[in-house]
């Protein structure tokens, strides 16, 4: 009953105006000393779709996020939601869907959309970012994509949503560039950047409903 009722009002507060940058900007990075990395980009960012797939198991709400390969790139090693760039003809929501079943095996025909998050730029990729916000209704078995998973960590929402789950440590930006991150300790890894904005206004909004606002 706590999971339907969450859907249930998910769906009505993700019609209305949300947080958005104000609580992206409360888990950005900040560098430390003047070395900093710099992003240029000649052409707009790309459209693409991240899945914030909600599950109950044993109890608990949960929600699946993976772990990227170390490889020569921006986002090598980190924690993020499954997603990726969208296809030509393909809406967010499309691509979220797609995405979710290419990188960790659930398949799209047994999910349901709830809503969707503000859209969100991933300077360093050159991405604008669409969270969206689905439900499946049962416990999936994950079939991480060989490629492009390491693993995949499957978070508990509402420690998630506790209020002292902000935590914030040093981090080495493409193991070059020392920086503050705001995060969140997900299964003993540390989610921060782009997951952790993104997370952050989720959380912000369950939070919300939790309290009744």
Sequence with gaps: MVFEALVRNLELR???PLPGIRV??????????????????????????????????????KFPLIKRPTYTGAHSGQISLPGGKAEPGEDIFQTALREGEEEIGVKQKDIRIIGKLSEFNVIPSNFL???????????PEFIPDQFEVEKVIQADLFELAKE??????????????PMMAPHFLIENEI??????????EFRMIVMELSQGK
């Design 14 to 16: 993700l019609q209305s």
């Design 24 to 61: 992206h900007e409360v888990l950005r990075a900040k560098p430390i000393g003047n070395v900093l990395p710099k992003f240029e980009h000649r052409l707009p960012p790309k459209p693409g779709g991240v899945l914030i797939l909600l599950y109950e198991e044993e109890g608990l709400i």
């Design 129 to 139: 970012v669409t969270p969206v916000i689905a439900m499946i209704d049962y416990a």
């Design 164 to 177: 002292d789950a902000i935590r914030e440590s040093e981090i080495l930006a493409a193991g070059l560039y």
């Design 191 to 200: 989610v921060w950047g782009a997951t952790a904005m993104m997370l952050n």
